[in-house]
């Protein structure tokens, strides 16, 4: 049995052969390190994906955090930015008191980032009912208001003697930064 092969068909096997070979070449040399590094590629970007969501999903918590807690301490916010007036304050809250009396404000250092000033108070009442009516007004004023103790009460008949400091907080002012 005697095969023939042409020239042509010869060649056509030639070239095939080459091609084989180039293809094989081709494949170990290049697409199947590619083809790992893409792998290891995808599955980082799968890592990178989850972990941004979690962290955008966090973030969305803690913005709607913010914006309730902003809601709902509204009041809180805006006595930090507003600056206590003595006469202000004796105006508002003379009404719990026979007399009331502050004393000049005398700034202490800054505590944190906030301002602390401290006034000493005297006043005169009829009853301790109207110093915790005072005390409740205190905390619903204009400012951030903590009455220190002691508390120092004295009777002088029907009137109760009553001295007492206070701190004001108020929001903590950089003249030396630049806006």
């Given at each position: 049995?005697?095969i023939?092969?042409?020239?042509?068909?010869?060649?056509?096997?030639?070239l095939s052969?080459?091609l084989?070979?180039?293809v094989?070449?081709?494949?170990?040399?290049?697409?199947?390190?590619?083809?790992k590094?893409?792998?290891?590629?995808?599955?980082?970007?799968?890592?990178?994906?989850?972990e941004?969501?979690?962290?955008?999903?966090?973030?969305?918590?803690?913005?709607d955090?913010?914006?309730?807690?902003?809601?709902?301490?509204?009041?809180?916010?805006?006595?930090?930015d507003?600056?206590?007036?003595?006469?202000?304050f004796?105006k508002?809250h003379?009404?719990?008191?026979?007399?009331?009396?502050?004393?000049?404000?005398?700034?202490?250092?800054?505590?944190?980032?906030?301002t602390?000033?401290?006034?000493?108070?005297?006043?005169?009442?009829?009853?301790?009912?109207?110093?915790?009516?005072?005390l409740?007004a205190?905390?619903?004023s204009?400012?951030?208001?903590?009455?220190?103790?002691?508390?120092?009460?004295?009777?002088?008949?029907?009137?109760?003697?009553?001295?007492?400091?206070?701190?004001?907080?108020?929001?903590y002012?950089?003249?030396?930064?630049?806006?």
């Amino acid at each position: 049995m005697k095969i023939d092969f042409t020239r042509q068909n010869l060649y056509l096997l030639g070239l095939s052969i080459l091609l084989l070979i180039f293809v094989l070449i081709f494949s170990f040399s290049v697409l199947i390190p590619k083809g790992k590094e893409y792998r290891v590629k995808r599955n980082d970007l799968r890592k990178d994906k989850l972990e941004l969501k979690q962290i955008s999903n966090f973030s969305d918590e803690t913005v709607d955090t913010l914006q309730k807690l902003q809601t709902d301490n509204r009041h809180i916010i805006t006595a930090f930015d507003t600056e206590f007036n003595v006469q202000r304050f004796e105006k508002q809250h003379k009404s719990f008191f026979s007399s009331l009396k502050l004393s000049k404000k005398s700034r202490i250092a800054n505590e944190d980032d906030f301002t602390v000033y401290e006034v000493n108070t005297t006043s005169q009442i009829s009853s301790p009912k109207s110093f915790y009516n005072f005390l409740d007004a205190v905390n619903k004023s204009d400012w951030i208001i903590g009455v220190n103790f002691p508390i120092n009460f004295k009777r002088e008949g029907e009137i109760i003697s009553s001295s007492f400091t206070m701190k004001v907080y108020g929001k903590y002012d950089n003249s030396n930064s630049s806006k």
